[in-house]
């Protein structure tokens, strides 16, 4: 997850790479919650790296990035299949639920209203709108699995606006700013020696 809690501010100490990542800190994405299942095993997380991968309404196809260490990822290798979810701006609770922690821990959709879809995955209900998708292609990079999907169904359940990073940064209690916080250092520990040896990989050495 790419949720970065720290405030955004221009400051002329900065080094170059907080220069570089207040320039990211500036983008205000849309918040996605992501959900699949394997088996009996099920789970979700809050995604931000989600986009349209074609122009052609007959082919919808979607680009998600995902974390390999995550739960969520290890049911989408598994199934071949995931839902994505547009929120709300008043569901900042539902994506905290999962937003922070693990689906090995904790099941995330314990206690939510959620169908079946045809990809096998959890479609919540009462989402601003839903996708469910069919991995077609993967690129692993490392720290990030990017997956291509079509999309096989969908629809927008009501009008508004989506909720985007800082609504759910601004919705937030300092308890979970701190274990997003943590959340975000452990992945960072964990995703930096994927990508190093992706990278060298390239290089040959």
């Given at each position: 997850m790419a949720l970065r809690p720290d405030p955004q501010k221009t400051d002329p100490q900065q080094t170059g790479l907080e220069k570089?990542?207040?320039?990211?800190?500036?983008?205000?994405?849309?918040?996605?919650?992501v959900t699949a299942a394997a088996g009996e095993r099920r789970g979700g997380l809050v995604a931000t790296w989600v986009s349209q991968a074609s122009l052609d309404p007959q082919k919808?196809?979607?680009a998600v990035g995902?974390?390999?260490?995550h739960h969520t990822a290890e049911l989408i290798e598994e199934s071949g299949g995931f839902a994505l979810h547009m929120l709300r701006t008043d569901q900042a609770e539902l994506a905290w639920n999962f937003a922070i922690g693990s689906g090995r821990d904790r099941d995330k959709l314990a206690g939510l209203a959620f169908s079946s879809g045809e990809s096998g995955s959890p479609v919540l209900v009462g989402t601003l709108a839903w996708?469910?998708?069919?991995?077609l292609s993967r690129f692993d990079t490392g720290d990030r699995i990017f997956y291509w999907a079509d999309i096989i169904s969908?629809?927008?359940?009501v009008e508004g606006e989506p909720m985007r990073?800082?609504?759910l940064?601004?919705?937030?209690?300092?308890?979970q700013l701190a274990a997003l916080g943590q959340d975000l250092s452990t992945d960072i520990e964990l995703q930096r020696p994927l990508a190093e040896a992706w990278r060298a990989g390239?290089?040959?050495t």
């Open positions: 570089i990542d207040a320039v990211f800190k500036s983008v205000n994405r849309e918040l996605w919650i919808p196809v979607v995902i974390a390999p260490n996708l469910d998708c069919r991995v969908g629809q927008r359940e990073v800082n609504d940064i601004a919705a937030a209690d300092g308890e390239l290089s040959g």
